[in-house]
């Protein structure tokens, strides 16, 4: 009798493995999608008036693009002999769609904002030492990058993952990420007042080519292309590979979150150093201190309450939270806007 971790005896399965692994990341993906939608205000208008948040947000979301991307072309290139089994090396030189890669873009994504940043006289940053470090010393990408690395050598069908993760939600809630920052304008992402270059913004999209795909489908057809490759791959795998390809959906947005919670801190740190200042002695205080503080910014509401806030790194205890709440909750009252007013809405469905 054949064994069952076969493809060719692979009991039937009510689920596709798309929509397993949707549902085994149901949790974590609407974790993240909440962090991302309620974060993008403070990197655009008027919040600030260069792209030099998105510009540190998106340089380390690249670096795993560039790594699973980079890793893939790798297997691609040995071929058959390699230490990919023939099976797998099907799979992956089937799914492949080089319209799909997202590197290219990002690449000239990172290339035009540093110039943007370069000439309005705020570079990105270069170093740790810079009020928000660069990727490459970022720990959370750090541990996400060798983890993708590992996880890639020991079992090349976990791609599928990062494929379907990755490349898909591009397509859903990418959708809306993108109008809100096309939003902020021409002016923001490519700055001048000519009419020519506000049209060559219109087809180029220069800062924002990672959310854009090649012809006038603008993606569409790939995205068919690829959910029907992806499900033709599904004959081909095994029981316990589809489990390995579920179990590293779930890494993917683990890492994610740990991003993203790093990237929280890099904003409080730049944007509001004294609150980021809160002794460690009270971690409670300072985590109020840091999120009231973001809110503030992300609502209009500053003047008294703000400066209270950011003067809170010299008081610890209960008694001195409960007070700045209750002066946040005061300020935002008087506000001529409530609080989180300009936060984009919370998208349900950021993969498909």
């Known amino acids: 009798m054949a064994s069952d971790d076969t493809a060719t005896t692979r009991p039937e399965r009510s689920r596709s493995l798309s929509e397993e692994i949707n549902v085994a990341t149901r949790s974590a993906h609407t974790k993240l999608n909440r962090m991302i939608t309620a974060r993008l205000p403070l990197a655009l208008p008027p919040q600030t008036d260069t792209p030099h948040l998105y510009f540190v947000g998106i340089s380390h979301f690249a670096r795993v693009y560039q790594t699973f991307e980079s890793l893939w072309l790798s297997i ?25 890669r997202r590197t290219p873009r990002l690449d000239a994504d990172l290339a035009h904002l540093s110039s943007v940043l370069a000439d309005a006289g705020r570079p990105e940053p270069q170093s740790a030492s810079t009020t928000a470090p660069t990727s490459a010393s970022s720990s959370a990408i750090q541990d996400f990058t060798a983890h993708i690395r590992a996880a890639v050598a020991a079992r090349p069908h976990v791609l599928l993952a990062y494929a379907w993760v ?18 902020a304008g021409p002016t923001f992402w490519a700055p001048t007042t ?5 049209a060559r913004f219109e087809d180029r999209h220069p800062g924002l080519e990672f959310f854009y795909f090649a012809g006038d489908a603008d993606g569409s057809d790939l995205k068919s292309s690829f959910r029907s490759r992806f499900s033709a ?21 683990r890492h994610c979150i740990l991003l993203v919670e790093e990237l929280d801190g890099l904003v409080t740190a730049s944007t509001f150093p004294l609150a980021a200042a809160a002794p460690a002695a009270d971690s409670s ?9 973001r809110a503030m910014h992300l609502s209009g509401v500053g003047g008294a309450a703000l400066v209270a806030l950011r003067r809170a790194r010299r008081v610890v205890g209960i008694g001195a939270v409960v007070v700045l709440g209750l002066w946040f909750l005061l300020s935002a009252l008087r506000a001529p806007t409530p609080v989180l007013s300009t936060a984009t809405p919370y998208i349900p469905n950021f993969v498909v």
């Open 76 to 100: 691609l290139s040995t071929g058959p002999g390699s230490v990919v089994p023939p099976r797998t090396l099907s799979v992956l030189q089937h799914l492949h769609l080089p319209a799909l």
């Open 166 to 183: 990755l490349y898909m939600a591009l397509f859903a809630g990418g959708r809306h990420l993108r109008a809100q920052l096309r939003a």
């Open 233 to 253: 791959a599904e004959a081909l795998l095994t029981p316990s590979e589809r489990q390995h390809i579920v179990d590293e959906a779930g890494h993917i947005f």
């Open 194 to 198: 000519t009419t020519t270059a506000t």
């Open 285 to 293: 205080c300072a985590a109020f201190v840091a999120s009231s503080a």
